[in-house]
């Protein structure tokens, strides 16, 4: 976002001054002259933030966007499992990140970006709206997965954590050699999947990681420092699932037993629900293709 700043010139400061002495410290005049502009300052930002509409710009409510995602784990890619669209015998959903933003996948290696809300739209589009659906977590340190997204994970990982302090790779070469090297937590992004450089590398803050236009590339690595990161191999069949994703049902379409305000907030009854109010998922849950 670009920003404004304005200057006033005090045109009568040294005539009102003359004959007195304006002092840095046990004085008042130059202090005081700092402090109401800095008060003046940040209330002027205060209001520029407050008055401007937080999901300004791409992605809108309306759109339908798909990036390419994978995890790539000592070598191994990993995608994460479910579409996180069940509901309860209520009807409410069982997850409830997912009913917050419309963000989620469907086991193809991709993000669906069907924004319910203004949660997932303009700049709150970053990658950890989609962690959170999956309660998956990322640090400089870490990768983190929950115990309903282990079952896919390399190397028999049964606590779903990958620690650069903790964990190493072992990496085989093109001759048969392996080795063990410590890795570490990295990302790549491309703007768009035809894209054919190396993309842009992230090193921290990956849930910032902004996803505003449509059919980027998104990856996240725990790999020795030097090792070469392309995109997700599924990614050669992005336009085959895209054409797939034929449609997408409203949140009250989907979850008839729950209500989500415009700025995702999930309801039932008129009370607020989080995911220790609803029932198990149960089947013959309505979803989109």
């Not at 045109?11 to 008042?28: P, S």
């Not at 050669?236 to 989500?260: C, H, K, R, T």
Request: net charge negative; hydrophobic share 35%; aromatic share 8%.
């Amino acid at each position: 976002m670009a920003g404004s700043s304005s200057t006033k010139k005090a045109a009568r400061l040294a005539q009102k001054g003359k004959g007195q002495r304006v002092r840095f410290q046990g004085g008042t005049l130059f202090p005081m002259a700092v402090a109401i502009v800095i008060v003046l300052g940040l209330a002027l930002v205060v209001y520029a933030r407050q008055s401007r509409p937080v999901s300004a710009g791409s992605p809108e409510v309306t759109d339908h966007w798909h990036h390419s995602y994978g995890f790539l784990i000592c070598g191994e890619w990993v995608q994460l499992s479910g579409d996180g669209e069940g509901s309860d015998a209520e009807g409410r959903p069982t997850n409830i990140e997912y009913a917050r933003s419309g963000v989620h996948s469907h086991d193809d290696g991709l993000i669906h970006w069907h924004p319910f809300t203004s949660l997932a739209t303009g700049e709150r589009a970053t990658l950890q709206r989609f962690l959170d659906v999956y309660d998956v977590s990322v640090s400089t340190d870490k990768l983190e997965f929950p115990e309903d997204q282990r079952a896919q994970l390399p190397f028999n990982n049964d606590t779903g954590v990958f620690d650069v302090d903790d964990d190493q790779c072992e990496i085989t070469d093109d001759d048969g050699n392996v080795s063990t090297e410590d890795a570490v937590v990295s990302g790549r992004v491309w703007d768009n999947i035809s894209d054919t450089d190396d993309g842009r590398g992230v090193i921290a803050q990956f849930g910032d990681i902004a996803l505003r236009q449509d059919a980027m590339v998104v990856v996240i690595a725990f790999m020795p420092e030097d090792a070469e990161i392309g995109m997700p191999p599924w990614t050669a069949q992005f336009d085959i699932n895209v054409a797939n994703d034929s449609g997408q049902l409203a949140p009250d379409q989907l979850f008839p037993g729950g209500d989500v305000s415009d700025d995702g907030d999930v309801t039932s009854d008129g009370e607020d629900v989080s995911e220790d109010d609803v029932g198990p998922e149960v089947d013959g849950a309505t979803s989109d293709n």
